[in-house]
Structure formats: structure tokens, C-alpha cells
């Protein structure tokens, strides 16, 4: 069966970096895209970055767009998110969660069918 699992999360100072990874198994890997989400307290689950099976191709949302960069170890079944440049509003649970082949233009909870348990970021001095 199809398993996602987030790790990385942990409590950073503002202007910090952190490293997601979301390790994937039961599913072949580089047949698929991998995306990140984020929901913070009182807020919508929102998407923040997307890499498809296709080499190259990848989406961020306008928020942290220069500041984040996902990336891909098909040897090893795992998508990470280098985070840097943190600000408090970045503070939030990351999800991991992937679709077939690549990503779309934009990112619904709804297009992606397997779903991580999260990781905690928070971002504070």
C-alpha cells in the first residue's frame, strides 16, 4: 500500500533554514509527483511546492517562491524541501502527498491521493 512519511520539522528562529523529507514506499516512485502542503492554526491547507516525475519540472506558490526548493532522490524514494530565508508566518504542519506523473498548474487537496501525516515547522524567536 501506497505510505508517505514527513519528517524534518522542529522549531527554527526567523531568518533560519530547515530540511523537509518526505520518505514514500508501496508505489513506483519515479512514476509519480510529490508535493508539499502546509496548514497552519485557523487557516485552509495550502499548497506550497510540487515536483513532478518529469525531470525539471516544478511548482512553487508565490509565498515562498525564492526561498524554498524541492527536490528528488529517486534512489532513495524521498522529496525534500530546503527551507530558508523562515518567517513566523511559515509556522504551520507540513504534509506530503503525491499524485500520478506530474504536477498541475494549481494545487487542490482534492487532485492528490495519498496523503503524509505531517510534520510541525515552527518558526519564532
Known amino acids: 500500500e501506497v505510505q508517505l512519511q514527513a519528517s524534518g520539522g522542529g522549531l527554527v528562529q526567523p531568518g533560519g533554514s530547515l530540511r523537509l523529507s518526505c520518505a514514500a514506499s508501496?508505489?513506483?516512485?519515479?512514476?509519480?509527483?510529490i508535493a508539499w502542503f502546509r496548514q497552519a492554526p485557523g487557516k485552509e491547507r495550502e499548497g506550497v511546492s510540487c515536483i513532478s516525475s518529469i525531470p525539471g519540472q516544478t511548482y512553487y506558490s508565490d509565498s515562498i517562491k525564492g526561498r524554498f526548493t524541492i527536490s528528488r532522490d529517486n534512489a532513495k524514494n524521498t522529496v525534500y524541501l530546503q527551507m530558508n530565508s523562515l518567517k513566523p508566518e511559515d509556522t504551520a504542519v507540513y504534509y506530503c502527498a503525491t499524485r500520478r506523473f506530474i504536477c498541475l498548474d494549481t494545487m487542490r487537496n482534492s487532485d492528490y491521493a495519498h496523503w503524509g501525516q505531517g510534520t510541525l515547522v515552527t518558526v519564532s524567536s
Open positions: 508501496g508505489f513506483i516512485f519515479s512514476d509519480y509527483a
